[in-house]
């Protein structure tokens, strides 16, 4: 038998079958898998004399999922703030890009975002970004799940010259590291106004053979549709639509300027939204539509973007926002619900990646991505409803444990590999490099 061990908190949100909330149970977990849920004592009974970690006042839960970033990004945190959209991809990042992006870069903002993601619960990111592979290093170093985005932007870059190089280099590295169990891949076109039509179809072709998601921005922001309209005669979506793109396999970033019947154009294809509010709001592209796409079925995970616009890796402040943005927005307090929200961030987003049969949920047979929060700190006392705790009150601070595929990773606050905090350390004191790189660009 596999190494195993048993996890006894206080509560238990399992959110998958068994939505209910537990009390006093156990997860029995053998190697990278959940061996079983149980009460406490019988998991005793049932494995005796394996290790116990007891976890009173905790609740334990899925893995948080972080649908949609650039992980990279870290490093240029804070270089393009107060900006909207276009302004700020023009005459910021942009620039500071083709000043900076390397496979050194990446791997350095990459592991410095996979940090703070990591610290807050989350155990799988949804990434798009240049030299994906340096990323995937970065995130082995942590024993972080990520699904690689194989971006294709219609612009040179250090990374490629052409939106077929593009591809190529991504499909090669999906062939070389396809095995690794922590690695998934995702198609990643930039957004419909940076890819032509011929490289779009063909990545609607490459998402049905090789059952691939496709991660992109759409309807970010009423420009972004204002120039599609002059340029095609059509809405984004529309486009990509008529392109073969609007199935199961699309996941929609942002989606903020989506109207009814396209919303219910998504729902009804199995498509699903990757929802970035603080992004949203602090490049004031608007406020997605996100109670009318729950009422049309429509699936929704969270993610963070990236740190240049956001500017926090925090997915439980995300959430936070989330919910209450799509309350107030709808003038309905029953919307979104704190349960429908931890699965939006947990197995909704598993879903969007295809991964819902591994992890996303807490039962028999699926992988052990755990994260467990400590709810006994005064500020989060009394607690009446332990998930409503977690979504309207926790934060980040209070991640005290975390296991992916059964490794336990974080304890008691801290990262448990010496070799990754002395890599975490290194990366740290070169940011006044990147910095000084950046310039003004």
Known sequence: MSEAFLIAPTWIAPVGPRPDLLRHHAVVVEGARIAAVLPRQQALDAYPGIPEIELEGHLLTPGFINLHTHAAMSLLRGIGDDLPLARWLEERIWPAEARLAGADFVADGALLAATEMLSGGITTFNDMYFFPEATAASARLLGMRVALGLIVIGFPTAYASSAAEYLRKGLDLRDQLGEDPLLSFCLAPHAPYTVEDEHLRRIAILADEL???????????????????????????????????????????????????????????????????????????????????????????????????????????????????????????????????????????????????????????????????????????????????????????????????????????????????????????????????????
């Open 211 to 441: 059952d691939l998601p496709v991660h992109i921005h759409l309807h970010e922001t009423a420009g972004e549709i204002e120039r599609s309209l002059a340029q095609y005669g059509m809405r984004p979506l529309e486009r990509l639509d008529r392109l073969g793109l609007v199935t199961p396999h699309l996941i929609g970033v942002h989606a903020v300027h989506l109207n009814d019947a396209e919303i219910g154009l998504l729902a009804d294809r199995g498509a699903s939204i990757a929802h970035c509010p603080h992004s949203n709001l602090k490049l004031a592209s608007g406020i997605a539509p996100v109670a009318r796409m729950l009422e049309a079925g429509l699936n929704v995970g969270i993610g963070t973007d990236g740190s240049a616009s956001n500017n926090r890796l925090d997915l439980l402040s995300e959430a936070r926002t989330a919910a209450l943005l799509a309350k107030g927005s709808s003038l309905r307090a029953e919307v979104w619900p704190a349960p429908a929200v931890l699965k939006a961030m947990t197995l909704d987003a598993a879903r969007a990646l295809g991964l819902d049969d591994r992890i996303g949920s807490i039962e028999a047979g699926k992988e052990a991505d755990l994260v467990a929060i400590d709810l006994s700190a005064p500020e989060l006392s009394p607690v009446y409803d332990p998930i409503s705790q977690l979504i309207y009150a926790a934060g980040r601070e209070h991640v005290a444990e975390v296991w992916i595929a059964g490794s336990h990773v974080v304890q008691k606050r801290q990262l448990g590999s010496s070799f990754a905090l002395k890599a975490i350390r290194e990366v740290v004191a070169r940011t006044a490099l990147w910095q000084n790189r950046a310039g003004n660009a």
